[in-house]
């Protein structure tokens, strides 16, 4: 290889290491997650990014974690005071994440149901879906916070 198609090659990579820092910033996912967080809270679903609600909503849901979405997510109160500041914390970053949408729901809110107007009402309720709230059945990467459309796979 020579000097120049080195140097090229360089190049490219750095392109593309800073279009992927940007990406995971502009989705508000680039956040490390609290280890306490990912051990809560990742257990019946992914560990949803801070970012995609706004603290008001994050509160709320830690408000009431008896009744979780029609299950018990209940948590020792040490545990909830530092979940609930960690996503205060990190909350609303995504795409100005500011409306609380409806039911403290990611799946309500005006982003994200504009970034999923492809998906068709049927699509969401396959058995290998169930509903929208299941992020890694098409974001392989969701767990890592990488939600790149380039990445998205719907299952059959
Ligand atoms: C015992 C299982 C369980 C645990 C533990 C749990 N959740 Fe959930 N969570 C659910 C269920 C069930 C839903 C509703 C999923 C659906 O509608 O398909 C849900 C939905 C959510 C949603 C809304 C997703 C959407 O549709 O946009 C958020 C946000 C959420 N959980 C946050 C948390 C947080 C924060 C914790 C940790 C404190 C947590 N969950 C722990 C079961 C759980
Ligand atoms: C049924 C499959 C499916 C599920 C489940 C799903 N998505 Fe998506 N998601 C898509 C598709 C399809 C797109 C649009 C891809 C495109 O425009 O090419 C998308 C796009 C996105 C984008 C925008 C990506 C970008 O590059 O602009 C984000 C962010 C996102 N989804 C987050 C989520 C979150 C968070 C959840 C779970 C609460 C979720 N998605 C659940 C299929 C899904």
Redesign the pocket.
């Known amino acids: 290889m020579n000097s120049s198609n080195f140097v090229s090659r360089a190049l490219v990579g750095l392109m593309f290491l800073s279009t992927g820092l940007a990406?995971a910033e502009s989705?508000g996912s680039s956040v490390p997650l609290l280890p306490k967080y990912e051990q809560e809270c990742a257990a019946c679903h992914?560990a949803?990014?801070a970012g995609?609600l706004p603290a008001r909503s994050w509160q709320r849901l830690m408000g009431n974690l008896t009744s979780h979405f029609g299950t018990d997510a209940s948590l020792d109160e040490a545990s909830v005071r530092e979940i609930d500041s960690w996503l205060s914390a990190n909350a609303g970053t995504?795409r100005r994440v500011s409306a609380e949408p409806p039911q403290d729901r990611?799946?309500t809110s005006a982003w994200?149901v504009r970034?999923?107007h492809?998906?068709q009402a049927s699509?969401?309720k396959r058995a290998s879906?169930g509903?929208?709230?299941?992020?890694a059945?098409?974001?392989g990467g969701?767990a890592k916070g990488d939600?790149?459309?380039?990445h998205?796979r719907?299952p059959r």
Request: proline share 3%; with cysteine; hydrophobic share 50%.
């Open positions: 990406f989705r992914v949803y990014p995609m995504f990611i799946t994200f970034q999923h492809e998906v699509v969401w879906i509903s929208a709230s299941n992020c059945a098409c974001h969701a939600f790149n459309e380039d998205v719907i």
